[in-house]
């Protein structure tokens, strides 16, 4: 399979992991009502988002 080319496919894609994300985050909060445990998921979150901007940051610069 071949990189992404359109422009709306790449949106999709990228919106379907924000749900994905949304979705599983929703069900362990749901499932494991716990303030320490949805605060721990934030952080887990937040990390991973700035880790991810550091890498492609550090690849492009």
């Known amino acids: 399979m071949g990189d ?3 422009p709306r496919l790449i949106y ?3 919106f379907l992991f ?3 994300a949304i979705a ?3 069900l362990i909060v ?3 009502w ?3 445990l949805i605060l721990l998921v934030a952080i887990a979150i937040w ?6 901007y550091f890498a492609f940051y550090v690849i492009e610069h």
């Open 12 to 14: 999709l894609k990228g």
């Open 34 to 36: 716990n303030p320490r």
């Open 4 to 6: 992404l080319k359109n």
């Open 30 to 32: 749901y499932e494991f």
């Open 24 to 26: 599983a985050c929703g």
């Open 47 to 52: 990390c991973s988002a700035r880790f991810y």
């Open 18 to 20: 924000l749900f994905c």
